[in-house]
């Protein structure tokens, strides 16, 4: 199998980002967003997922952290689409259920080629620490549509924000890992009947 990895660079008159990853790797991540939240976020999908991130994000923070969190999921999800191509050979389909403490998340991902989102999470406040919770389906919603995958997340049960927001990252990071490996049965052969994702 080719190396999996990519590197994406975004420019825009509100932000300036660079992805580059390694869905083979070992969990590596050094993250430089000017959001530490979300660089915590992200910091549990590359351990969880084994997949090695770079990510240097400037953006127009002095408004407010929107257009960086919703760029940098767009520019990883190009990164990401970029780094699976024809994805031959792979298991196609991921789930993941984790839970912290009080908390409980459910990830379903399908790399199904078509990008669709249901979210359905319901945080107890609306800022953890200075960061919007709004913000974190924006940052899903913009890797769905430039991943070009199919993406179910839901919390099942929680009190506490941060602990929600964590199981779903976590539950991504271990989705995506499970839909990344590669089948030995599958051979080199796309997991579809269409014959193409």
Do not use: W
Not at 71 to 99: E, M, S
Not at 121 to 126: C, G, L, N, Q, T
Not at 156 to 162: C, M
């Amino acid at each position: 199998m080719s190396p999996r990895t990519a590197q994406v660079a975004r420019n825009t008159k509100e932000t300036r980002i660079t992805v580059e990853i390694n869905l083979d790797g070992s969990g590596a991540c050094a993250l430089e967003t000017g959001i530490p939240f979300l660089e915590h976020m992200l910091e549990q999908v590359a351990r969880h997922g084994l997949i090695d991130l770079t990510i240097r994000a400037e953006g127009d923070l002095h408004i407010d952290a929107h257009h960086t969190v919703e760029d940098i999921g767009i520019t990883l999800g190009q990164a990401f689409a970029k780094a699976v191509a024809d994805k031959k050979g792979i298991r196609r389909y991921g789930h993941a259920y984790v839970p912290l403490d009080e908390a409980l998340s459910r990830v379903v991902i399908d790399l199904s080629g078509r990008p669709g989102i249901e979210y359905h999470i319901e945080y107890p406040r609306a800022r953890i620490g200075d960061f919007d919770v709004d913000l974190i389906g924006e940052f899903f919603q913009g890797f769905v549509n430039h991943a070009l995958v199919t993406l179910h997340i839901d919390c099942l049960r929680g009190k506490n924000a941060h602990h929600i927001a964590e199981t779903v990252f976590k539950a991504f990071g271990r989705a995506l890992r499970m839909a990344l490996e590669v089948d030995t049965r599958m051979g080199a052969v796309v997991p579809s009947t269409k014959g193409s994702l």
